[in-house]
């Protein structure tokens, strides 16, 4: 009951905050925009940088009216629930097409805005569940790109396994916290529970769910990369560390989190999601350096059949590993291209 109070005032603390920070930030952008626009296209002229200016200023007050938007019909939800109640099954499935138009929404605006190109190559059967999606994790995109592709275009009930600090978005907060996903807390003191809360989020997959995690736990940088071998450097591990340095665009998979969501649900398939072209958005430096405008995006989706799956951990390490070689191999083929 105390764990629950306190959590309770954590959350209402927090949406005290983002919810009226978000408010305000629209109001401000739309009211404001004839100034900066007009300053953008100053600094773009200046600049002659493909208008990175202009449209960053366009994108930002865009996305923060898919959150205007996501908080008022999320609230509506709420609202018109407590008038007229519904089942949880249907509670469920209304958040998350709600979840699926969000992401689906944002993406869209990223692709126009920065003038993207895609291209899906798809022989996974999407549609068809249960499954763990693995996630390439090479910005913050990537969850844009599953919802848009996967919950919206197959109609498949995505679960999440993400890092706790994207609760600070009030659309992934509110949303997030009514369906069976999981916010990480990587720097918990109490490591068993988040085991747990991992563990269980991966029973009851039906035939529509899919669950999706990073293998890899953060976003791929090279400063992140030569931490890594720095740190199986110190540590003395030989074979870990040959693995990593053969690594050039992914980071060395953390095998706890999906060795344990794989024992945790033992019938599931894998779909493994590798893509390029988001590189330029893995930080505001990048972006505002023009490096996300007309980039091609390129997304492939694999699956492999739970019987193609070691069953003893060890084997599963060895898998998980060789399978994570073969994203990095997949995007080396097409950053050459």
């Known amino acids: 009951m105390r764990r629950r109070s306190v959590r309770l005032r954590v959350v209402l603390g927090r949406r005290l905050l983002t919810i009226p920070g978000y408010l ?35 994108f930002l007050t865009y996305f923060l009216s898919c959150e205007v938007v996501g908080i008022a019909i999320s609230a509506g939800l709420w609202a018109w629930t407590k008038i007229f109640p519904i089942d949880d099954e249907r509670w469920a499935d209304l958040h998350y097409r709600l979840e699926a138009w969000w992401g689906t929404s944002v993406l869209s605006g990223v692709v126009r805005v920065f003038g993207l190109r895609m291209e899906v190559e798809d022989d996974a059967d999407l549609g068809r569940g249960p499954y763990l999606l ?7 995109a990537d969850t844009l790109l599953a919802s848009a592709l996967v919950s919206r275009l197959h109609g498949t009930r995505l679960r999440y396994l993400v890092k706790r600090e994207l609760l600070w978005d009030p659309c992934i907060d509110i949303v997030g916290n009514r369906l069976p996903n999981v916010f990480v807390d990587r ?29 890899e736990g953060t976003r791929f940088s090279e400063e992140k990369r030569s931490r890594v071998l720095e740190r199986l450097e110190r540590q003395g591990d030989a074979k870990m560390l040959a693995y990593a340095r053969s690594l050039q665009f992914v980071l060395p998979p953390r095998p706890g989190g999906t060795l344990g969501l794989l024992e945790a649900a033992p019938q599931v398939d894998v779909v493994v999601c590798s893509h390029t072209g988001f590189e330029g958005a893995a930080s505001l430096a990048q972006i505002w350096r023009g490096s996300l405008v007309h980039q091609k995006v390129r997304v492939h989706f694999r699956r492999i059949p739970r019987n193609a799956i070691p069953s003893e951990r060890q084997e599963q390490l060895a898998w998980l590993l060789e399978e994570w070689k073969r994203v990095d191999a997949w995007v080396a083929s097409q950053r050459a291209i």
Do not use: Q, Y
């Not at 693995?134 to 913050?140: C, E, F, Y």
């Open 24 to 58: 305000i930030a629209w109001f401000v952008c739309v009211v404001t925009s004839p100034v900066w626009l007009i300053l953008a296209g100053i600094i773009d002229a200046v600049r002659r940088n493909r208008g990175v200016a202009l449209r960053s200023g366009v």
């Open 134 to 140: 693995l996630v390439r994790h090479a910005s913050s």
């Open 187 to 215: 720097f918990s003191d109490d490591s068993a529970r988040e085991i747990r809360r991992t563990r269980e989020i991966a029973r009851g997959l039906g035939p529509r769910d899919g669950l999706l995690t990073h293998p």
